[in-house]
């Protein structure tokens, strides 16, 4: 089955600088890559998907980038603010008859320090 | 906020009880999913329901399982509790790709 690794699993950044999480998978028929962040106590939140026929992809300052011959994904946050500090969360699909479930990586906890 | 919502918010069971968990999805979304959110760790997929059908499931044993309402409305029920089924339980409703969490319930299992 599908295995999604993550890295790093912490990550410290000065507001202001860029972050980067990097994710792999291993089932070349995942065809959706979401990434959720997770305040502390709330629920993940989806910010940004890609799908496989699509390389990149940006909302403002995040962008997601996707490999598929080498089968990695990344997430990019430029200009970090404290209120980005959380936990992010990559995930590939794993399909179904009637629409995606996912795997999901073990997490990332970024912390952007004032 | 989506909306999602999921019914308790906080549970505390006793090793061997069971308990069920109540989600209602968003508008429009026929697929329900759940997920298993152990402390320091990612989601786990258990199930999902589509049309008060089952629609793939995870590594998770029987003693799992679930129902799908007309109104595409969820329960997931657990059998025999046990202590390491302390978690966050995550209720997800989606059309096509997009899952959109519930705010979970926190399962305490002494």
């Known amino acids: 089955g599908e295995n999604v690794e993550q890295h790093p699993s912490t990550l410290s950044v000065q507001e202001g600088d860029s972050a980067v999480i990097k994710c792999t998978y291993s089932?070349?028929?995942?065809?959706?890559f979401p990434w959720y962040k997770q305040e502390l106590g709330k629920r993940p939140q989806l910010i940004i998907d890609i799908r496989s026929n699509v390389g990149e992809k940006k909302d403002q300052r995040i962008a997601v980038t996707l490999n598929k011959t080498a089968k990695h994904f990344s997430l990019h946050i430029t200009e970090t603010q404290p209120e980005d500090s959380a936990v992010y969360f990559c995930a590939a699909s794993i399909g179904g008859n009637y629409g995606q479930n996912f795997v999901f990586g073990p997490g990332t906890r970024l912390s952007v320090l004032p | 906020e989506t909306g999602v919502t999921q019914s308790p918010t906080h549970l505390i069971k006793t090793r061997g009880q069971q308990v069920t968990l109540r989600c209602s999805s968003q508008s429009g979304h026929n697929t329900v999913s759940w997920y298993q959110q152990a402390l320091g760790q990612g989601p786990q997929f258990i199930f999902q329901?589509?049309?008060?059908?089952?629609?793939g499931r995870g590594n998770f044993p029987p003693r799992f399982s679930g129902l799908q309402f007309p109104n595409y409305s969820s329960e997931l029920n657990v059998n025999a509790l046990e202590l390491d089924d302390s978690a966050l339980y995550l209720c997800?409703?989606?059309?096509?790709?997009?899952?959109?969490f519930g705010p979970g319930t926190r399962l305490t299992v002494l």
């Open positions: 997800a409703s989606s059309t096509e790709d997009e899952q959109f």
């Open positions: 329901y589509y049309r008060e059908e089952e629609n």
């Open positions: 089932d070349s028929a995942s065809n959706y």
